[in-house]
């Protein structure tokens, strides 16, 4: 039986504006968004229901309060291709009949950082340390194949899912100007004792632990590209004092959805954050002045520059 997450409530988006309630129930499922995947597939300009780890461990070396696992997408993906992301995926068929349901989107998130990062959110964290590197690369890869479920793989190995290692943190749309767009829910996790995050060198090409404000800093530097979510939320753990911050489940505000607005003209991208003085305008205003440079969790745009998205903050 999955184990339960407490009562938190978020929003979703009307067409015709507004937001409905959406509820995080102690023994429930979020309320349904849309029809089950045996009745119809979404559209393709609508948001698919996706989930993604931040997965993170206490610094070894001491040098900062923790490091968070971050995954290169390959130069070829249609989605984010090169940007350094946390790992996760869409939810697929075998994860659930409703794709917005909480079962549904945690056996999508333990399944997809199994997957993209080998790292196994077990019940049991101890008993995966017994199981060989044959075994464990056996069932990974039927997982990868998309010809087993979860909890099926899950089984193979003696194991039940560790859905209480699972923290809600936030929730992004990809915004509307996309042809392909997610519905994400993030999720908090801590690296279990005795495994290691690797990647699956199919969807992503390498991986790396490193401190939120050390990524921010390579994003400056152009060493690495994060993706726009990340810096946001890499931000935001920046400036986080303890490691029980990142097991603390996520308030009614912070699950509200995050849906940013991207402007462009000619070779100029603005992403506009919902809090940004601008953002119901539909346009960054003052094509020159764009925004003060700032730290990541202060930014309430994004400019595209130089191949990395860099923290802007505007205010009214």
């Known amino acids: 039986m999955l184990e339960c997450l407490s009562l938190i409530v978020s929003f979703a988006p009307l067409v015709n504006g507004g937001f409905e309630p959406r509820v995080f129930h102690k023994a429930g499922p979020f309320l349904k968004k849309t029809a089950c995947w045996k009745d119809v597939m979404p559209d393709p300009m609508e948001p698919l229901a996706s989930a993604s780890v931040i997965l993170w461990r206490p610094d070894p070396a001491g040098e900062a309060l ?137 969807e992503t090409t390498e991986g790396i632990w490193i401190s939120p404000l050390e990524a921010l800093r390579q994003n400056e530097s152009g060493e690495v590209s994060l993706a726009p979510p990340q810096v946001r939320i890499l931000g935001e753990l920046s400036v986080f004092k303890e490691l029980t911050e990142l097991d603390i489940p996520a308030v009614e505000s912070k699950l509200e959805p995050v849906l940013p607005f991207l402007w462009t003209d000619g070779s100029t991208r ?42 802007l903050r505007m205010v009214a």
């Open 66 to 202: 923790f490091e968070i696992f971050l995954l290169k997408r390959r130069g070829k993906s249609r989605f984010m291709p090169n940007c350094f992301v946390f790992p996760g995926g869409r939810v697929e068929p075998h994860d659930g009949d409703d794709p917005f349901s909480e079962k549904t989107l945690l056996c999508c998130a333990i399944r997809e950082l199994w997957e993209e990062a080998g790292v196994i959110l077990a019940k049991d964290p101890v008993a995966v340390t017994s199981l060989s590197d044959t075994e464990l690369g056996e069932v990974r890869s039927g997982l990868q194949k998309g010809g087993a479920s979860l909890d099926d793989a899950l089984n193979r190995l003696g194991l039940a899912p560790g859905v209480g290692f699972l923290t809600p943190y936030a929730r992004w749309i990809t915004p509307v100007a996309r042809k392909q767009r997610y519905d994400t829910f993030f999720y908090t996790a801590q690296m279990p004792q005795g495994q290691k995050a690797v990647s699956d060198h199919l």
């Open 270 to 311: 603005v992403i506009l954050l919902p809090w940004d003085p601008d953002y119901e305008k539909a346009r960054p205003g003052d094509l020159d002045r764009l925004g003060l440079g700032c730290p990541a969790d202060q930014a309430t745009r994004l400019l595209h520059s130089k191949g990395r998205w860099q923290p």
